[in-house]
């Protein structure tokens, strides 16, 4: 004898799969939604339908956006002669956090990983390369995580603007020892990293 | 310059009204379930408005259901003679996970409180005495919490029962130490609840 209603078994499903969410958190985030008497599920309901709907991809930049441009490119006060490569959009959201970037985004969806069969035609690549060769833009900060997929697909990207000999300076974000980290718990590839890129300490 | 599209936004705040979701927890869902290809946001949409409509109350025990008769009131397999008092729906779930109990249900909704202001006409106790004055119940095991709120309900309910003169017997669930608990690890009350309600070796 089962004792759960369908719908409720139903919910419970949909709601693993989520990241991070087992059964049991299933089951007590369900019971909770069901027992909630200010509407959660009505209007958890109306937000998800509503984002399924809305949510689309900006067409200049390709994070995401509820109108064709997303607020970002069409802010005017952004400088459009910088463009900082991401790997997916929640990556714009965790530098615009910062507070300190004033450029515009370009967001791949993806890294160039053969391990994976993602090659280069598999990301937003050729788009990039589209809006560099509109001669706008002078810098690419290629802001991708410093892992193997990342690193490559920063060699990668450099490749392309040196060989379509464009004036545009591609960048990579420093790694190194994060602010707050101590060093004997990093690991030595980031040792080794924030010694190889050791600033003078008289440059700013 | 916020980069969030408002409908993101909007599911964000949505989904921090559930128990033990951040702000971090709930982007990371929310970018998710926009990336998903499989139409998760669908789904949970769906699921969440189905259970929205067709989740209701048993009509005799008050658990979750969705029919007038939960699945565990239908079943003619269940012993309609005893009665397990608990106070919410997940208790249910929790004791049909045992499959140790073959009886009955009752779902209070709460518990006497008075420091909160829930008295006896606030809980599903009237209905509950009307269930026993039928005459079809021999023994009602109230299974609250072992809390002072628990324990408050199972006396209340113990004295309603005497003062109707119902032939009813009116049992309390054990509480003690947790199966692979550990004595040194128990607080006062526990430890003194487990000595006093110590079991007879010569008991099965």
Request: proline share 7%; glycine share 6%.
């Amino acid at each position: 004898m089962d004792p759960y209603p369908k719908p409720l078994k139903d919910l419970i499903s949909q709601l693993r799969r989520l990241p991070g969410i087992g059964e049991k958190t299933a089951a007590r985030l369900a019971l909770f939604i069901i027992g909630d008497r200010e509407n959660l599920a009505g209007d958890l309901s109306r937000s998800l339908s509503t984002v399924k709907d809305s949510i689309r991809l900006c067409s200049a930049c390709f994070t995401l956006a509820d109108a064709p441009r997303c607020p970002i490119c069409s802010d005017p006060t952004r400088d459009p002669s910088i463009i900082c490569v991401v790997e997916e959009p929640s990556d714009v959201l965790a530098l615009e956090s910062a507070h300190s970037y004033k450029g515009l985004y370009h967001v791949l969806h993806g890294l160039i990983s053969p391990i994976n069969g993602i090659g280069p035609e598999d990301i937003r690549l050729s788009e990039l390369m589209e809006r560099l060769s509109r001669r706008e833009v002078s810098e690419v900060i290629v802001a991708t995580n410093p892992s193997v997929e990342g690193e490559g697909t920063f060699h990668f990207i450099a490749r392309l603007v040196e060989d379509a000999k464009l004036p545009v300076k591609v960048s990579r974000i420093a790694s190194g020892i994060p602010m707050g980290g101590e060093l004997k718990y990093m690991d030595q590839v980031t040792l080794a990293s924030a010694l190889r890129y050791r600033r003078n300490a008289k440059d700013r």
